[in-house]
């Protein structure tokens, strides 16, 4: 390089964006395995949808006024001219597909999880990510309040399968399209009292959606928003006794929860029930998870007109407050000399692997000595020996790292020993 050529920049990743490296990769297994099981223990199925979709999906769905369409999604124009978006969240897509592929004709109840990365353009912060990972689970054309209480419910038994203690779980009806309109012009009329006690955010949120106040993290917003009416007084007939039915059927689960009235959720279309999971150990941002009701998603995109339900789990946060207990891994490493023994270590890990031993042959030359530092720096459990010798004998010598022990025997013995 001359003196005159500029420094070479350091290739590293994109601002928002991280690398899950081995180590810390086992830890989010762990998880999705977790979650997996306890989902289909409920009748879920896993249902995977593309990264991107029309931008349209997510105006109409997630919502116009929300803070995900007005500032966070990653847009952009294909070559063909089209408008696309990397996925803020995935319940818009789901909905595309049970209309795309008519789902709801299926004896299948429609009861999916699936996990996956999420794209939105926001400051990043402790467990927050422009590219970010979520677990979430919807189920549609269930209306009864228990299945809210059981969505609620299986978020809890999977927090405690995974340890969480440090947890707060609060619950809200935010109404529906007969009763929110006149809740939203309450809220407007008082936020038009307290303009100057608003950010500018907060001041727009007032025209076009003033339940996005509550949302707001500014302490001057959060201060005037706690005069603000609740919304239990303006619930028609139908939310007040879905929402009472919910509180009560929790009971059966014996969930502590606290009701919240300023509990709104940052997407538009949520109807009756919302809920979040707290916990103290994640700072200002501190839901765990959370979701709702959506009864008019599905309608509003032209398909049948049927309810939906679900949550959302930030898998970046949830790992970041839980300890999970990693699978122990017992690892075969072959140690061989030589051009032959090479051969043959690569037919006994052959054997070994599909026997499902887990086996690692690095070829690279190497002295035995070299080959047992380097099974002691991968922490291997066990070493098999392959030289000329064992190769005459049909015979191979296996160490034990912890221990120490050495046997010999055939590949089928040392099976056994493996095993063992």
Known sequence: ??????????????????????????????????????FELYGYRELRAPVFEATELFEKGTGQ?????????????????????????????????????RLDLQARP?????????????????????????I??????????????????????LLRRLGVTDKEILVNSVGCRACRPAYSQALREEAGK??????????????????RIFDCKVEACQSAARSFPEIQGFL????RDHFTEVLSLLGLYGIPIRVDPKLVRGLDYYTKTTFEFVSSGLGAQSALLGGGRYDDMMKDFGGPDICGNGFAIGMERL????????????????????????????ELARFFREEGVECLVEFKDRGMKAHFGRANKLEASWVLVVGEDEIRKGRFGLKEMATGRQVEGTREELLGSLRG
Request: net charge neutral; glycine share 6%.
């Open 136 to 157: 979430d689970v919807e189920v549609f054309g269930e209306q009864d309040p228990a299945c809210d209480a059981e969505l609620i419910g299986m978020a809890d038994h």
């Open 1 to 38: 390089m001359s003196e005159d050529s500029p420094p070479k920049k350091e290739v590293a990743a994109v601002k928002g964006t991280h690398d899950i490296l081995p180590g810390e990769v086992e830890k989010w297994q762990a998880l999705e395995r977790l979650a997996r099981e306890t």
């Open 319 to 346: 790992l970041s407050v839980v300890s999970l207990p990693l699978p122990e891994r017992r690892l075969l490493y072959v140690a061989y000399l030589g051009g032959a023994a090479k051969r043959t270590a690569v």
């Open 65 to 101: 006024t929300s803070d995900v369409v007005t500032k966070e999604m990653y847009t952009f124009t294909d070559k063909g001219g089209r408008s696309l978006t990397l996925r803020p969240e995935y319940t818009p897509s789901v909905a595309r597909a049970i209309i795309e592929h």
């Open 194 to 211: 307290r303009t100057a006690e608003l950010c500018p955010d907060c001041r727009r949120k007032a025209e076009t959606n003033p339940l």
């Open 236 to 239: 028609c007939a139908e939310c």
């Open 110 to 134: 429609m009861r999916f999880y699936y996990m996956g990365p999420m794209f939105r353009y926001d400051r990043p912060q402790k467990g927050r990510y422009r590219q970010f990972h979520q």
